[in-house]
């Protein structure tokens, strides 16, 4: 072959030389030198579609190719004989070559990257009845209270406090593969071993603990700033808006039909305080755990600093009951679109007003009287509306009996009880009353299991009380009826050293208010249920009236919770009654719409005065 190239080479050379002359010469320089540069460029080709680089003692050579669509790596150390894990086998960003680091494809939707397991049992809060639809906690956007609307109410907050959330803030994801995600800064930096997801889950939830207590402490620096005489009215003056009925009255019309399987009219009654309780006497009445809204309304409408002239006003009151505009949809088959619009409609009409327009809705406030994350819906659910979610209402209070833990405007105040003293005389004669009740059982748990959950502790709290005497544990099964009747409940809690108050379907419970006001210590086993909700009416040192079992150790059986009651001493109990008795429950109720208080402070008036304590930090117009 080679002998047969070369004659023809030689044939050609003679042949063509002497009769085309320059032409063969210029043809025979430019087809020469194409197999070299063919060779050339398959080396270029292939520099070009690789990368290596060096992390510690390990060098990754990395290949690229049209057919291929992920990237494929060699790696071996420099070293003889070590043994090395490598974070991943292939990757298809290109942010690997132009920077060297290697990265997991993302295929996570951004709202499901935001995500930080907390609290178990703050899965998903749009429930219905007993319904879960998750199994680990979703808290969207944990930084919010950092954002620059803390800067515009006027808050300092510590340089720790952002420094902390600024690292909960970043993508959070369960990484059992040790694989990394997201850019790095240096090659170097780089973490090839496998990590402990367990271990970075547990830092987490102690960085978002953290970040939840400095943000209460924030909360309670506003009841410093308040008046000291509480009866003055000077500068804090209150304006009520007169909506248009359908925001709120409307909304009441349709107590009949609300719920399908019971009447809630009767619940609406009295201003909302519901039918009275003779059994338990003339200041009782039947009050609906979502009443929250009217009972605010009722007593802004007759509080002595109340003004007409908006010009006059400190504080802005918005009397939307948002609750019941969830409630009335809850069992309906309708739309999103439906659910939301009443809520859009008073946006739109707020805009329109003059105050929201001066401060962009800084010093309004909304009583809503259910769980804030019935507003905050989310693009995967039905359940609840957007009213919170919109940037319009990010900058107003927001008062609830359950908060979302991530949003500094958002506050809980107290669920409303059975309980509405009218006078300083009305609350002394139940404090004599409840600090000398005979408590016959040691613990009592009035509550239903919950089989379809895996989460509860109930089923296992149930067992341990009910496998002893009633003098050590008393058990009220919620469906049968027991719970329905507020004479019997309260009963059993003016009987009781300990009320168990584990989680239902939302981390807060209505059950905590009742035995608090029964003079019952409650037993709580999630630090949501109270100790992060309601910075103005309990203490931040929650020994002073609680007893905290972590419900991790009652789920891997851990604890026997009604034995473990039994050693706390008498004075111990007794020491925590007083204080619950003569310290904490007056300012846990709600007085009537004639209330009038010289000694003691309600629910109702601690809220307003923290509520103007926070309006004294704001810069407004």
Known sequence: MVTVASKRKTKVAKKVEPRRGCIGSCLAWFVYPLPAALFFMILMFVW???????????????????????????????????EFHLPFMNSSS???????????????????????????????????????????????KPSTFLEEKVGNDGAKVTNDLKDDSNEISKVVMENPTGEVKGDSKEVSNIVLETSNPENDRI???????????????????????????????????IYVYDL??????????????????????????????????PELGSRWFRTHQYSLEMIFHSRVLKHPCRVYDENKAKLFYVPYYGGLDILRWHFKNVSTEVKDTLAFELINWLEMQKPWDKNLGKDHVFVLGKISWDFRRKDYTKWGTKFLEVEEMQNPIKLMIERQPWEVNDIAIPHPTHFHPQSDDDIRSWQRKIISSHRRSRVSFAGAARPGSQDSIRSILIDQCTSTTEEHCKFFDC???????????????????????????????????????????????????????????????????????????????????VERLMEIPLKERDDMRRYIVYELMPKLVYGDQNAKFDFFQDAFSITFNALMGRINTLKLD
Not at 63 to 78: D, G, I, M, Q
Not at 518 to 547: M, N, R
């Open 203 to 237: 830092e987490e939830i102690k960085k978002a603990k953290k970040t939840v207590k400095e943000q209460l402490r924030f909360h309670r620096s506003w009841l410093k700033n308040q008046n000291q005489n509480h009866n003055q009215c000077d500068g804090r003056g």
């Open 244 to 277: 248009p009925t359908k925001f709120n009255k409307d909304l009441v019309a349709q107590c009949h039909d609300m719920v399908p399987w019971v009447d809630m009219c009767k619940y609406f009654t009295n201003d909302a305080l519901g039918e009275p309780i």
């Open 94 to 140: 290109s942010e690997l070559i132009e920077k060297k680091v290697p990265v997991l494809e993302e295929k996570v939707e951004e709202e499901k990257r935001l995500v930080i397991p907390v609290n178990e049992n703050l899965v998903n809060r749009n429930l219905k009845g007993d319904l879960k639809e998750g199994s680990d906690a979703v808290l969207e």
């Open 479 to 561: 469906k049968s009826g027991l719970c329905d009747e507020p004479q019997s409940l309260i009963g059993l809690f003016t009987e009781s050293e300990f009320c168990l108050q584990p989680p239902g379907d939302s981390p807060t419970r209505k059950s905590v208010f009742d035995s608090l006001v029964s003079g019952c210590i409650p037993v709580l086993f999630d630090p949501y249920t109270a100790y992060y909700q309601y910075p103005w009416h309990l203490p931040e040192d929650h020994t002073k009236y609680s007893v905290f079992i972590d419900q991790e150790d009652v789920r891997a059986m851990k604890v026997n919770v």
């Open 48 to 82: 070009s579609s690789s990368t290596t680089y060096i992390s510690g003692r390990i060098v990754h050579v990395c290949v690229s190719s049209r057919k291929l669509s992920n990237l494929y790596c060699l790696s071996a150390t420099t070293q003889p004989n070590e």
